[in-house]
């Protein structure tokens, strides 16, 4: 194996957290809900978005060399996109577990039920397309997180 799959691997995979049995993409988004509640209280909010998006690059690059690699259109392994979905979902959220808990399940919600344009994005089976699908998600379950709290506090 090359240093350029490795890396692919470990950033695709999220330190290997994608090759958890029974739903990796939940264990994926758990991952950074907790990473969230640990790093979040240090960053800003403009840096935490500027993370977020240098992630979705990284996740970019890493699905593409990994869905060349294992000749799969949407690896389940890969859980990247998870990671990135979910700090969509939690930008600008209060620092609680009850809201970081809020987040993940309608990010979850909308990432397994794939309403619209989420659907359109998962269709497009290659490495921007397993990106996104839940970028959109992570957008959906944002803006409904955002409008709970509008109403709630």
Excluded: C
Aim: charged share 15%; glycine share 8%.
């Amino acid at each position: 194996m090359n240093l350029k799959y490795k890396l692919a691997e470990f950033i695709g995979t999220v330190g290997y957290v994608g090759y958890l049995p029974i739903a990796p993409g939940t264990w994926g988004s758990l991952a950074a809900l907790i990473a969230w509640y640990i790093l979040k209280p240090m960053i800003s909010d403009p840096l935490f978005l500027l993370i977020t998006g240098a992630i979705f690059f990284a996740g970019v690059v890493a699905s593409e060399i990994l869905v060349e690699a294992w000749e799969d259109g949407d690896p389940k392994a890969v859980v990247v996109d998870e990671w990135v979905g979910m700090w969509i979902a939690l930008y600008l959220a209060p620092h609680t577990l009850v809201w970081g808990l809020v987040a993940f399940l309608l990010f979850r919600f909308f990432d397994i039920l794939k309403p619209g344009p989420i659907q359109l994005m998962d269709d497009l089976h290659s490495a921007i397309g397993v990106m996104m699908d839940d970028v959109v998600a992570g957008i959906f379950a944002l803006l409904l997180t955002q409008s709970l709290l509008y109403f709630f506090i």
